[in-house]
């Protein structure tokens, strides 16, 4: 099952920061989209045309000091049927003054914005939890879960749920800001909890495959 990530797009919100907290290592970086992450995650055909940030999303990230911001955005699955599990990730690359600004106000805005009691509708549950996974570093990631109805209730004829939790993860530093989501259908299925933590480390991971730096 892919979630549809794009119910996040369109959430950007800033607001006057103190000025950045977070590291930089002094390095530029840019996003790309691999046919493979994680060893084993391969990218849905076409998952990275015409998706990911909106245009205002990309003037409101000029605006707030992000110099040139380029969007990326892809899906990744792995696995069949009530194996699979996937990963929908988008972001930009540019020049971020204050990252974990951003992300603390990504997190406020979704939480603002959540859309309640129709199809398709997403509403984050309890508060973002900062993570700093092995090798994750000059960079803030912060991850929550979040509760996703697809339709009306009872199940559908696949005996998928209506509604399912499922982690969330967005990563600032100082050259990219990204947020992923994560779906796993056997957890779906079951109602199985999927630990925070455990997606943060494949978040970092991620982040390793697809932030190439720039020389």
Not at 31 to 44: E, I, N, R, W
Not at 138 to 157: F, L
């Amino acid at each position: 099952m892919v979630v549809a990530a794009a119910a996040v797009g369109g959430y950007f919100f800033f607001a006057k920061s103190d000025g950045p907290s977070v590291a930089d290592d002094g390095k530029t970086y840019k996003l790309t989209a691999p046919a493979t992450v994680l060893g084993s995650y391969k990218k849905l055909e076409g998952s990275d045309e015409g998706r990911g940030m909106s245009s205002s999303d990309l003037a409101d990230l000029e605006k707030q000091g992000v110099s040139d911001p380029e969007n990326v955005h892809a899906a990744y699955q792995y696995g069949e049927g009530a194996a699979m599990k996937s990963l929908n990730y988008s972001g930009v690359y540019g020049d971020v003054h204050d990252p974990e600004k951003v992300v603390d106000a990504m997190f406020a805005e979704m939480e603002k914005n959540s859309m309640n009691g129709s199809d398709g509708a997403m509403k984050l549950i309890g508060d973002p939890e900062e993570f700093t996974p092995d090798g994750f570093e000059n960079g803030i990631m912060k991850c929550q879960k979040a509760e996703y109805k697809m339709g009306e209730a009872g199940a559908d004829d696949a005996g998928v749920p209506n509604s399912f939790q499922t982690p969330m993860c967005v990563w600032g530093d100082h050259s990219t800001v990204a947020y992923v989501v994560y779906s796993d259908a056997a957890a779906t299925r079951t109602g199985a909890d999927i630990a925070l933590s455990d997606v943060a480390t494949q978040v970092a991971n991620l982040r390793d495959d697809v932030r190439v730096e720039v020389k």
